[in-house]
């Protein structure tokens, strides 16, 4: 019997799915990570996890089950950063995500946070319904106009990439990025060697990087000392690709010309001084918060886990 955990609720369409291809779904009803013993517990007691973000499947926890029962852990999104792939692969426990189904809703979130930092639309949301508006005048809230504008590029994959487009063939903008490789890209883009560089030179910088160690405060005090004063950041990443004190003090100081953040470096904690600015535009991790988009990627998660232990195959979307 092929029992399967669910860690979170799920759409509808895909427990059924999963109800379907397996003999046993068990659906977790809380929406917080699991806990170390629940995390434990999943590699002893089921075939196969679709786990989600936060579920930190750590290099410790697969020292405690040396010898999982699990055989698969579907990674409900693209990033996997929650899970050590490495100590995985060597206890017997395949990692897969969800890469394509997350582009193009991620990529639209980047954008939606570029215009409402560039033009101030939370600042001025929070005006109407606080009943400060007095009515419209030549000098009330004057934000960056983007079109024509330089945009800088954190990341140049799927994510990063569909950003870009949308930037250059919707805004018309100038897009420079900052990659370890260079792209063939189908829009005119501009490699820039260091992070630094391409923050003294963009109008607009998105994170758009996986996150992890290796990318972790890569925004730092620096990068952001380097930006323009009327630049604006936007992380649609990982909350700690931003050294999130660092970018406090830079806001506070009017240092740069705003943020737009969709993740947090200990979310979901959000700092309140973060909170009070009105030079910050922020959103409840709502990356892929669409009812198609989040239907998509659990019906990818299920197919992962189809692969590997319905038909023993190679999984669909392999991690690592």
């Keep these: 019997m092929t029992h399967i955990l669910v860690t979170r609720p799920m759409p ?11 003999d046993l779904v068990t659906v977790r009803s809380q929406n917080t990570p699991l806990t170390a013993d629940e995390l434990r517990g999943a590699l002893t007691n089921f075939d196969g996890v679709l786990p989600t973000l936060g579920d930190a499947f750590s290099a410790e926890v697969f020292a405690d089950v040396p010898t999982p029962r699990c055989k698969v852990l579907a990674n409900f999104g693209v ?3 929650h899970i050590d792939v490495v100590a995985a692969r060597a206890a017997g426990v395949t990692v897969t995500n969800t890469p394509d189904a997350v582009t193009d809703a991620t990529a639209d979130i980047g954008v939606m946070l570029m215009l409402m930092s560039a033009r101030r639309a939370s600042e001025g949301e929070r005006l109407v319904r606080a009943n400060g508006w007095e009515g419209w005048h030549p000098t009330q809230m004057l934000g960056l106009h983007v079109t024509g504008k330089t ?30 490789s260079a792209k063939a890209l189908d829009f005119p883009a501009e490699r820039i ?22 990318t972790r405060h890569l925004v730092n005090a620096e990068v952001l000392a380097a930006m323009q004063r009327q630049a604006h950041l936007v992380n649609i990443a990982r909350g700690d690709v931003i050294d999130e004190a660092a970018l406090i003090q830079a806001l506070e100081a009017r240092q740069i010309g705003g943020a ?9 904690v959000v700092p309140d001084v973060l909170k009070s600015l009105d030079n910050v535009t922020l959103l409840p991790h709502l990356g892929t918060a669409a009812l198609d988009v989040r ?25 690592g």
């Design 260 to 268: 737009g953040l969709d993740v947090y470096e200990r979310e979901p």
């Design 79 to 81: 990033g996997y950063n």
């Design 193 to 214: 060697e260091t992070l630094t560089d391409l923050a003294a030179a963009v109008d607009v910088m998105i994170i758009a990087v996986p996150g992890g160690a290796e």
């Design 12 to 22: 509808d369409a895909v427990v059924d799915a999963l109800n379907a291809r397996f």
């Design 295 to 319: 239907t998509t990627m659990g019906m990818m998660a299920v197919e992962n886990l189809a692969a590997v232990l319905n038909e023993g195959a190679a999984p669909l979307n392999p991690a």
């Design 151 to 180: 945009v800088g590029i954190v990341g140049m994959g799927r994510i990063g990439q569909a950003i870009a487009r949308r930037c250059h063939f919707g805004f018309g903008m100038t897009v420079r990025y900052f990659n370890r």
